[in-house]
């Protein structure tokens, strides 16, 4: 299995609601990773989780909150969004170390967001 | 700090010519890696190529080949032979040689490719 599988596709939510992403990768991979990206511009990293730990957390409002349950899992919770927060999400899994050569950051097919 | 750039906004190129996609970067770390991605429309990021700032030959995978410039900080893709299915963005992007770091992005390349 050399994927990495995201849940949903597409998300629409109002400002009010509460809504996880769901991430999943099988490939014993111990780096995940959530991007945002806004449309003609390239991905923006959020969070990096590093054995299941928090590792990197580039300065995102709280209104995000990430969470590794298990090695395979990886969750975006979100809560009070705003609408320019309407992006795709993107979630990326990663071999350390030699692994890269083979396959590099692989990224799942993204969840599109819209926030109304 | 690391940083990627691409000074092509869009490329058009005309099916089974070859075609050059233009990347530099700039960084003081000692090892890197550096990364081509593939974006279609719908959104995927397609991983295509990877070099190491220690490897002394340029990357190949198929079609993609990579111009590893290490002295002039450049990392060009090629495309050889170029097809319909290769019309997309294309990312070119760094990170540290660890694997579990931030991969920083160029501003992407429109390839189009013309019948």
């Known amino acids: 299995d050399t994927e990495v599988t995201q849940t949903p596709k597409h998300l629409v939510m109002g400002m009010t609601n509460k809504k996880s992403l769901k991430c999943e990768q099988h490939?014993?991979?111990?780096?995940m990773y959530w991007y945002k990206q806004k449309a003609k511009k390239p991905p923006e990293l959020m969070f990096v989780?590093?054995?299941?730990?928090?590792?990197i957390n580039e300065s995102v409002p709280s209104r995000f909150s990430p969470e590794c349950p298990n090695s395979s899992l990886l969750n975006l919770h979100l809560h009070a969004l705003q609408p320019e927060d309407s992006a795709l999400y993107l979630c990326?899994?990663?071999?350390?170390?030699?692994?890269?050569?083979?396959?590099?950051?692989?990224f799942g097919s993204g969840t599109r967001l819209t926030v109304v | 700090a690391q940083k990627i750039t691409q000074t092509q906004p869009g490329m058009f190129v005309q099916e089974k010519e070859a075609v050059t996609l233009d990347c530099t970067y700039d960084?003081?770390?000692?090892?890197?890696?550096l990364f081509w991605y593939k974006q279609p429309s719908s959104g995927e990021m397609i991983f295509l190529i990877y070099?190491?700032?220690?490897?002394?030959q340029n990357a190949t995978e198929g079609r993609y080949s990579l111009n590893f410039q290490k002295a002039r900080k450049s990392a060009n893709l090629v495309i050889s032979a170029s097809q319909l299915g290769d019309s997309a963005m294309y990312f070119c992007?760094?990170?540290?040689?660890?694997?579990?770091?931030?991969?920083?992005f160029g501003t992407g390349t429109r390839l189009t490719i013309i019948p």
């Open positions: 990326a899994s990663s071999q350390e170390g030699l692994g890269l050569a083979v396959g590099g950051y692989t």
């Open positions: 490939m014993g991979h111990r780096a």
């Open positions: 989780y590093s054995y299941e730990k928090l590792s």
């Open positions: 960084t003081s770390d000692q090892s890197y890696g």
């Open positions: 070099q190491g700032s220690y490897d002394e």
């Open positions: 992007a760094m990170s540290g040689a660890a694997g579990n770091e931030k991969l920083t």
